[in-house]
């Protein structure tokens, strides 16, 4: 899934405000040090997501027979396909 620099700068800026609200948290570096290793994590945590829907849609589409997306067949088996990727890379 593609989200828009913007909104992933806005998520890890709800990440470190969160964090800094916890009483049990105490940081060791700065605010802003901590925003970015959030939105850092969070880009690693999409480009795995990006790269395991790629890898389930290659299998559907290596069928003999043409699956159309959307179907009923087509969900079960990228539902199956993304499960076993999200096993293999052990998510």
């Known amino acids: 899934m593609r989200i828009?620099?913007?909104k992933l700068n806005k998520l890890?800026?709800?990440?470190?405000?969160?964090?800094?609200?916890i009483d049990e948290v105490d940081f060791l570096e700065d605010r802003n040090?901590?925003?970015?290793?959030?939105r850092?994590?969070?880009e690693?945590?999409?480009l795995a997501e990006t790269?395991?829907?790629?890898a389930a849609r290659l299998k559907i589409a290596s069928q003999r027979k043409i699956?159309?997306?959307?179907?009923q067949e087509w969900?079960?088996?990228y539902r199956k396909y993304y499960n076993d990727e999200v096993k293999k890379l052990g998510l």
Request: zero cysteines; hydrophobic letters at 50%.
């Open 51 to 54: 790269k395991i829907d790629q």
């Open 40 to 42: 850092k994590a969070l």
């Open 12 to 21: 890890a800026h709800v990440v470190a405000d969160t964090l800094a609200e």
């Open 33 to 38: 040090t901590i925003r970015q290793e959030a």
């Open 67 to 71: 699956i159309l997306e959307g179907s």
């Open 75 to 77: 969900d079960i088996l």
């Open 44 to 46: 690693a945590l999409l």
């Open 4 to 6: 828009s620099r913007d």
